[in-house]
């Protein structure tokens, strides 16, 4: 028979055990608990960076819209493709007559110059910098039958791959981004307009016709597409042909 010193020591240290076992189930809670929350946390901000990047998709070609219905208002004004003037308008010259063939003065077609949102352009990408540029200097070979016209292209440069994506699939119906097979500045970015030079190097044409091998297209993707967002090297742009000869 056990004393009553004896029984309480074994009371005292069943109190203990299970005091030790309250410490280690709280301990172990709350480390779930900040796991759980870690992934909530990081599940959240995902889908919320692919919201971002679907409205930033939807933005993109919103102003694309936009840039065709501007030139389009100037065409119906008598306004041709190969008299249509991409001055800036912190060019000393934009005000300078005839504004009314300017795209971006409200005496021709009334365009705001856009910059891209935020987060939408790669900081990495240099030479040219990412942004919207317009101007009259490719002849993508499914436009026309005019070889030596160039057509009026607008191209966001130099965007966020995931935004990229989305733009196809609105577009398309497929996230998948087409590469092609030359630098995207060279392609679809104006080497220059104007006073202004955007990059060093020069400008050609798209090639798109899948049915040529020799020479292999630029991109087969783009063929009788206005708009696209494609790739290479890992810089994206999304170009849009406003007007073609």
Known sequence: ????????????????????????????????????????????????????AELYATELITYAANAKEAYDKMSFSGTYLEDVDFTLPSDPAFNTAPTIK???????????????????GVDTV????????????????????DPAGTDIILTAYGINPSVCGFINQKITGDTAIPSISEPTREVL???SVGSVTYFAGTNQD????????????????????????????????????????
Not at 126 to 145: K, L, S
């Open 1 to 52: 028979m056990k004393t009553n010193r004896e029984q309480n020591f074994n009371r005292t240290g069943e109190s203990g055990n299970v005091l030790i076992y309250v410490l280690i189930a709280v301990v172990l809670f709350a480390a779930l608990s900040f796991t759980l929350s870690r992934q909530t946390d990081s599940t959240e901000a995902g889908a919320l960076d692919q919201q971002r």
């Open 102 to 120: 300017k795209i971006f003065h409200p005496d021709g077609g009334g365009l705001n110059l856009a910059a891209l949102p935020e987060k939408v």
């Open 126 to 145: 240099t030479d040219p910098v990412p942004g919207w540029y317009m101007g009259r200097f490719n002849n993508v070979e499914w436009t026309g039958a």
């Open 189 to 191: 970015v104006p080497q």
């Open 206 to 245: 798209l090639t798109t016709d899948p049915a040529n091998t020799t020479p292999a297209p630029i991109c087969p993707e783009c063929h009788n597409r206005s708009s696209l967002c494609v790739e290479n090297g890992g810089i994206y742009a999304f170009y849009n042909v406003l007007a073609n000869r």
